[in-house]
């Protein structure tokens, strides 16, 4: 199958009589086979996708089928599916089974999407690699040698490299955007609040929102129109209407007012990843965009921020990994004191281990008011900045990423330089704002991506800045 099939192209063919949602269940189950080498998958559903695409075949044949009818999406591994493992990639829930489905499982499958498999991740969610998984790293299937991004990267293969229409991912601090600017296709982070987390295994419980990666606009637009929406059984869920995604995808920027932040353009930013990302603003605005600047002058305190507040949340989240409600247990414990601290020395990975030290210390009683009370602090005048620019401008634009996607390995020692892949997006997380990366070229052979930023709970205009980017390009 080709890596760059749509929905678009598979509902065509549906329509013609060309193929049939059980052929095309195979030829991704084919590729997922034919690329295990990559390590997207953790888990793939073969019988059970080709049962349910039988099944929504004779739907098709009966006019009953869903918006979704065909479409094959891949589950990052930290989404509940009923009577399916939720392994986090993590050896502490390797055995673990869930016993619901989480409501982005549920709303796909009540519109008839066919669910491939579980994907490959940062074990917790935690990284930008997907070198820290459990069961082995990622592969970025447009150099092997390349990570490709995290923590969602085995989602982002499975989109890229053809084994799947679209999937879903998560994103705490960029974890869709990232991998998708370093593997060439769509990332969106919906607004904090706009899809439900009910049924997520919390990394960061004020940062992570579930979103789609695809290899078009189109199909991320059709995808957030079916997840999105409000969620009594999700208290930070939003009550505020959901808008037709799909209609706002006209092609045209004209009059659009994109800010251009002079902060997200300075030292660290790789030449080649600027000239990509300045190509594309010029090609903006030469269909009718207005670029004007703006200032986010907190931009050299996001990182900090976000990495105090985020280790804090995933500390308190992963103290419920204890070998005694669920999840494993270790064999060598001789006391309760035991059951802790093996169980937990056992089950978790060594970046797992370093955030869960980090946010104790940043927690703790001499340290509360230097570290964390004074980044929510600051997390409130980033969310300011990011209102204030928006009092003049429609959206925000900058890269992705500082850098096209690094060598396997090549971060794994420093920790420090690996959280600055984040540098460009955790500002979106703190601000709780929606985000999208869209293709804009390469650097050094390798994709680079593009990054809108907007108002809350207003993707369909950074839906309709990235389309308008993609249609221009196309």
Aim: charged letters at 20%; one cysteine or more; proline letters at 4%.
């Amino acid at each position: 199958m080709h890596p760059w099939v749509t929905y678009d192209s598979t509902l065509r063919a549906l329509e013609r009589g060309e193929t049939t949602c059980e052929q095309v269940t195979e030829g991704f189950l084919r590729t997922i086979a034919d690329g295990t080498r990559l390590n997207a998958f953790l888990s793939v559903f073969n019988e059970k996708a080709l049962d349910r695409a039988r099944a929504i075949d004779r739907k098709r044949a009966d006019g009953r089928a869903g918006r979704l009818a065909g479409m094959v999406i891949a589950v990052k591994d930290v989404l509940s599916m009923r009577n399916e493992k939720v392994t986090c990639a993590s050896r502490i829930l390797e055995e673990y089974v869930a016993p619901y489905d989480a409501t982005v499982i549920e709303r796909l499958l009540a519109e008839d999407a066919i669910l491939i498999g579980k994907t490959n991740l940062d074990e917790f969610a935690m990284g930008s690699s997907t070198e820290n998984s459990a069961f082995g790293p990622v592969l970025n299937p447009v150099d092997e040698s390349r990570v490709p991004g995290g923590s969602s990267g085995g989602s982002c293969v499975a989109v890229a490299a053809g084994m799947a229409h679209t999937a879903l991912g998560t994103d705490t601090g960029g974890s869709i955007r990232q991998p998708a600017s370093f593997c060439g296709i769509v990332g969106l982070k919906p607004t904090y609040g706009r899809v439900s987390r009910y049924g997520l295994v919390a990394l960061s419980s004020s940062f992570d929102q579930i979103g789609p990666f695809a290899a078009n606009v189109t199909d991320a637009a059709r995808v957030l129109q079916v997840i999105a929406g409000h969620d009594e059984r999700d208290s930070t869920s939003a009550a505020v209407a959901v808008p037709d995604y799909s209609a706002a995808l006209t092609g045209s920027c004209t009059g659009l007012k994109i800010g251009l932040p002079n902060e997200a353009f300075g030292e660290g930013l790789d030449a080649g990843v600027r000239a990509a990302v300045e190509a594309a603003i010029g090609r903006l605005r030469d269909r009718g965009a207005v670029i004007m600047p703006v200032s986010l002058p907190h931009v050299p305190y996001h990182i900090s921020t976000y990495y105090i507040l985020m280790t804090a949340e995933a500390s308190s989240n992963l103290a419920r990994y204890d070998g005694i409600r669920f999840g494993h247990r270790s064999a060598e414990a001789r006391d309760l004191h035991d059951v802790y601290t093996a169980s937990r020395s056992e089950g978790f990975g060594a970046e797992v281990k370093r955030r869960i030290m980090l946010g104790t210390y940043v927690l703790s009683a001499g340290y509360y008011d230097a570290y964390y009370r004074k980044a929510q602090k600051v997390r409130r005048l980033i969310q300011k900045d990011f209102f204030d620019a928006f009092a003049s401008v429609d959206l925000i634009v900058m890269p992705t990423a500082p850098t096209t996607a690094f060598k396997i390995g090549e971060k794994a020692a420093d920790p420090l330089t690996m959280y600055l892949s984040d540098i460009y997006t955790v500002s979106a997380n703190l601000a709780g704002v929606p985000a999208i990366s869209v293709p804009c070229g390469t650097a050094d052979g390798m994709p680079v991506g593009v990054q809108f930023i907007g108002k809350q709970f207003d993707e369909a205009t950074v839906l309709s800045a990235a389309f308008a980017l993609e249609h221009g390009a196309s």
